[in-house]
């Protein structure tokens, strides 16, 4: 059993503040981010209205590290 840790999920969108969904701030804990130690959690893919939407959110390194 050699398996990395699975990403920490991440919420729903629609509980996310719109500078959350922007990358500005962690996605877990809401913090403002600094772009030199943010994590990028890489692009996501969901569905709001019937459209895909794509949206990049970034963690701060304390809820982002694995
Ligand atoms: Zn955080």
Redesign the pocket.
């Known amino acids: 059993m050699s398996q990395p840790p699975p990403l920490r999920a991440l919420p729903p969108i629609g509980d996310l503040s719109e500078q959350q969904v922007r990358g500005a701030a ?1 996605v ?2 809401g ?1 403002c981010l600094d772009n030199g130690t943010a994590v990028d959690l890489g692009a996501q893919r969901t569905h709001r209205a019937g459209v895909v939407v794509r949206w990049y959110p970034r ?2 390194p ?2 982002g590290a694995p």
């Open positions: 962690c877990h804990c913090i963690a701060c304390g809820c």
